[in-house]
């Protein structure tokens, strides 16, 4: 794929569009089958003394699992379990930060996040709200964050959404769905094991995995490309390629799609995402539909924008034995569909990187009312 384009990097939301993103990269990382037994041997030096306990965030789909008992906790260590079933929220941040707060007279040594995408933010967000006044609703936007957040790990149970080396932590608020980006808000360690997405149910793994694959297409193919998101979004493409269009063995496709992930992750770091991502989050701002799902429903009519994209979309799902739902949007009332359809067209960067600062005269309400009718 060529560049089309020769852009400055715009970060989203800043006002001078010809500023360069000074980008923060996670600055340790373990990747390895079985890696996971080496999580007490990183965190040790990181304890400030036994009373400063390391708080483990963990997906609630691990307790009275393998993986739980395997979990470094020692002196006054704290595991929560938290469901992953709805996308984290601002008031679940200040809870858990009260929580720790109150159980505890000494700020904690660090916070380690196990488990998907929300767990992931979630840790994220909690590290920076323990050295950060306020609630974590004051945060969302862009660079709001002024003190350094606490130490915080982590560690993905399943792979696809880039949340591993991403400079944002995506929560729904009480106005918006917007994520805290800073770059405090970056992992300081990750651990990358792959064996720890053995459990992952086919058609979540699917799903997820969609998010990187989407990520890829939109990166690639937006205005704000350059060669440092091509560069992580070719590879990224690729792995994805193998693992969901391949013959690769099991261990293999566990491998590739962590570093899919990952490269994925790397690449609208320093670009943005699109159409997809715009309509999804309108979908999930509404109706709750989580992230991976809620960009499978949207990517699939989106073939006016996306097209070879869309054409390998339906190979892999063909692939998979991949069924969508369907009528999600069916009885949705016009307020519905208005509130949708403003979430979407406010993604304002979305839309300018996959179709340019003209995207107004391509993208009308009744088009995005068409797309969501169909879901
Ligand atoms: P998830 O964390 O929501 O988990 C999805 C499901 O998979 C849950 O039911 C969970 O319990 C289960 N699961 C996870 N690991 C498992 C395992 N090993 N075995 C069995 N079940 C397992 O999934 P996700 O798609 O990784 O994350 C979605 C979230 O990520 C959304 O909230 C989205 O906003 C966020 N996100 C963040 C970024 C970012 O850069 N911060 C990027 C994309 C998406
Ligand atoms: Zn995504």
Avoid at 38 to 65: C, T, W, Y
Avoid at 123 to 133: D, E, P, R, T
Avoid at 241 to 267: C, I, P, Q, T, Y
């Amino acid at each position: 794929m060529e560049i089309k384009k020769e852009v400055k990097v715009k970060d989203a939301g800043r006002n001078n569009p010809l500023e360069y993103k000074n980008f923060p990269m996670v600055p340790r990382v373990v990747f390895g089958k079985g890696s996971f037994v080496q999580l007490g041997e990183i965190l040790m030096p990181k304890r400030k003394h036994s009373e400063a306990p390391f708080i483990f965030l963990v997906d609630d789909v691990f307790e009275n699992q393998e993986l739980a008992a395997k979990i470094p906790c020692i002196f006054s260590d704290k595991i929560i379990f938290i469901s992953a079933e709805e996308e984290p929220k601002t008031h679940q941040v200040d809870a858990i930060v009260d929580l720790i707060r109150s159980e505890f007279a000494e700020e904690p040594s660090g916070i380690v996040g196990i488990g998907g995408g929300t767990l992931l933010d979630l840790s994220k967000a909690v590290a920076i709200l323990l050295n950060n006044k306020g609630g974590a609703a004051d945060y969302q936007g862009w660079d709001l964050v002024t003190q350094p957040s606490l130490y915080h790990v982590g560690v993905p149970t399943i792979s696809g959404t880039g949340a591993e080396v991403s400079r944002t932590t995506v929560l729904l608020g009480p106005e918006r769905k917007l994520g805290i980006n800073s770059d405090f808000t970056t992992f300081d360690q990750v651990l990358l094991d792959p064996d720890l997405t053995i459990g992952v149910p086919k058609d979540q793994w699917f799903y997820t995995g969609m998010d990187c694959y989407i990520h890829c297409v939109e990166s690639l193919t937006g205005t704000y490309l350059n060669a440092f998101s091509q560069s992580y979004g070719e590879k990224s493409l690729d792995l994805c390629k193998e693992v969901f269009l391949g013959d690769l063995n099991d261990e293999e496709a566990r491998d590739k799609l962590m570093m899919a992930s990952w490269h994925g992750g790397m690449s609208i770091a320093y670009s943005q995402v699109g159409v997809a991502h715009a309509l999804s989050y309108g979908l999930s701002y509404l109706l709750g539909i989580k992230h991976g799902i809620g960009n499978c429903l949207v990517f699939q009519y989106l073939e006016e924008f996306y097209p070879e994209g869309v054409v390998l979309f339906y190979k892999m799902m063909e692939k998979h034995n991949i069924v969508l739902p369907k009528g999600i949007c069916k009885d949705l009332s016009e307020e519905e569909f208005n509130t949708m359809i403003r979430v979407a067209m406010g993604m304002v960067p979305l839309w300018e990187n996959a179709l340019g600062e003209n995207w107004r005269d391509v993208i009308t309400e009744e088009k995005l009312r068409s797309i969501y009718q169909k879901i």
